[in-house]
T-cell receptor, first 107, second 113 residues
């Protein structure tokens, strides 16, 4: 079955520390993966997608088909990165989301 | 165009009542999606439209749920005979074929008492 797993509900780091939010997927086909972010009191918004291979707000994510992973990384966390992060997999035209990881960045 | 718009933002209803939510997509987006999100979970797909055609429905969408997009623009999601388990955030998203990126609305939070 198609599935997205985010094993950490909460990740707490201090400002300036590296961050890695884990995402693993199960998909029978060529996956298309996304990271969405939801800041406090804001709507869900796209952070990045794997086919773009871009860095947004210092975040990057590499698709590893061997490990079926799409971990989100940032070398130096900022307080404004505190938010809820969802990994999502496209299945035909719909998105399958993980349960999300809350990132807290302390000053 | 300020993005996907959903109305109302909050809805409180009594069990057994019918409720209807509206979603206005980004103009020029021909695809429209409905998701439901409960506490501690990510959004779960309910249904989606391409223009006015409803192309896929999740098993989550029981007979009490119905969605329409009559003119291929705005969409409505109706829940009949609401149950407490229907309490959730209902999210709408829209996209164009290229790039096929879904943009989300702020959601309608439903509370069934």
């Amino acid at each position: 079955a198609q599935r997205v797993t985010q094993p950490e509900k909460l990740l707490s780091v201090f400002k300036g520390a590296p961050v890695e939010l884990k995402c693993n997927y199960s998909y029978s086909g060529s996956p298309e993966l996304f990271w969405y972010v939801q800041y406090s009191r804001q709507r869900l918004q796209l952070l990045l997608r794997h086919i773009s291979r871009e860095s947004i707000k210092g975040f990057t994510a590499d698709l590893n088909k061997g490990e079926t992973s799409f971990h989100l990384k940032k070398p130096f966390a900022q307080e404004e990165d505190s938010a809820m992060y969802y990994c999502a997999l496209k299945d035909t035209d719909k998105l399958i989301f993980g349960t999300g990881t809350r990132l807290q960045v302390f000053p | 165009d300020t993005g996907v718009s959903q109305d109302p933002r909050h809805k409180i209803t009594k069990r057994g009542q019918n409720v209807t939510f509206r979603c206005d997509p980004i103009s020029e987006h021909n695809r429209l999606y409905w998701y439901r999100q409960t506490l501690g979970q990510g959004p779960e797909f309910l249904t989606y439209f391409q223009n006015e055609a409803q192309l896929e429905k999740s098993r989550l969408l029981s007979d009490r749920f119905s969605a329409e997009r009559p003119k291929g623009s705005f969409s409505t999601l109706e829940i009949q005979r609401t149950e407490q388990g229907d309490s959730a955030m209902y999210l709408c998203a829209s996209s164009s074929p290229v790039p096929n990126i879904q943009y989300f609305g702020a959601g309608t939070r439903l509370s069934v008492l």
